[in-house]
């Protein structure tokens, strides 16, 4: 079976300015880099993990064996931090 969780890119200088921005390819903003470590985090706390390797991971843990994103730099960022979060257990607020 598979399963698929979407989660949306944090705050980007658009949004913080109150601009809707479609396919405009603005950064995060250091509370939307803050917001995606957050989500990562809670992801984290409840058990999910990123692995490619296929490696053995303890029982109850839902392993993500990939993350998609759009190639807008907002949504890349975005996945990055969960990416690192959730491989290393690292904050992610570095990104």
Same mark, same amino acid.
């Given at each position: 079976?598979?399963?698929?969780?979407?989660?949306?890119? /944090?705050?980007?200088?658009?949004?913080?300015?109150? =601009? %809707?921005?479609?396919?405009?390819?603005? *950064? #995060?903003?250091?509370?939307?880099?803050?917001?995606?470590?957050?989500?990562?985090?809670?992801?984290?706390?409840?058990?999910?993990?990123?692995?490619?390797? /296929?490696?053995?991971?303890?029982?109850?843990?839902? =392993? %993500?064996?990939?993350?998609?994103?759009? *190639? #807008?730099?907002?949504?890349?960022?975005?996945?990055?931090?969960?990416?690192?979060?959730?491989?290393?257990?690292?904050?992610?607020?570095?990104?």
């Amino acid at each position: 079976m598979v399963n698929i969780f979407v989660a949306r890119h /944090g705050q980007d200088t658009d949004n913080a300015n109150g =601009i %809707l921005n479609g396919h405009r390819n603005g *950064p #995060l903003t250091d509370l939307g880099r803050q917001q995606a470590a957050n989500v990562a985090q809670k992801m984290l706390d409840a058990g999910f993990r990123f692995s490619t390797s /296929g490696g053995v991971v303890a029982e109850g843990k839902t =392993i %993500l064996s990939a993350i998609y994103s759009s *190639p #807008l730099i907002r949504a890349l960022h975005t996945a990055r931090i969960f990416a690192d979060v959730l491989k290393n257990g690292a904050s992610g607020e570095g990104e």
